[in-house]
């Protein structure tokens, strides 16, 4: 699936959506704390990867970053859900973080893959690893807002 997240309704406003890139992937993601911009946008990298529509998790992969900048730990953890996914196999269809208020410089989860028969057709991108170009972390109102772009 890629475009918007489909969770506006839910929180209220738009959690990802896909970016124009000249030569990669990039998403704008959203989130009122960085726990929920990590997790939007390791949401929207998903989206970039494929169509995950009606497939479930079969297996559950740990994911865990730790950085002492928010933009830092934002593009480990992407990153690490991205190398989960070279080492899994299948196609990522879900992301859970776990709060950790005191280690704020850390955000650790797991990652859901399933297999489908027509896991082929279902890739619609292949991006290789989270990338600091024009990174930062902004407020936008109530939220914060990252574009984050993906090496393809």
């Known amino acids: 699936m890629t475009g918007e997240g489909s969770d506006e309704g839910e929180v209220g406003f738009v959690p990802f959506a896909e970016a124009e890139h000249t030569a990669d992937l990039a998403l704008v ?19 970039l990867i494929g169509d995950t529509r009606g497939l479930t998790a ?6 865990e970053a730790q950085a002492p900048e928010p ?22 269809v879900a992301v859970e973080l776990e709060p950790a208020p005191e280690a704020p410089e850390t955000l650790s ?3 859901g893959f399933a297999h489908p028969d027509d896991l082929e ?9 989270a990338t600091y ?20």
């Open 29 to 47: 993601a959203r989130g009122r704390d960085l726990a929920e911009l990590a997790l939007n946008a390791c949401r929207g990298a998903i989206a």
């Open 133 to 152: 170009h024009d990174l930062r972390i902004r407020p936008e109102g109530d939220l914060l807002t990252v574009t984050l772009v993906l090496d393809v």
């Open 109 to 111: 989860g797991r990652v």
């Open 58 to 63: 079969e297996v559950w992969v740990r994911i």
């Open 121 to 129: 057709e279902r890739i619609t991108g292949l991006p290789k690893a």
């Open 71 to 92: 933009e830092r730990l934002l593009v480990r953890l992407v990153t690490e859900l991205l190398v989960a996914w070279e080492l899994q196999g299948g196609l990522p």
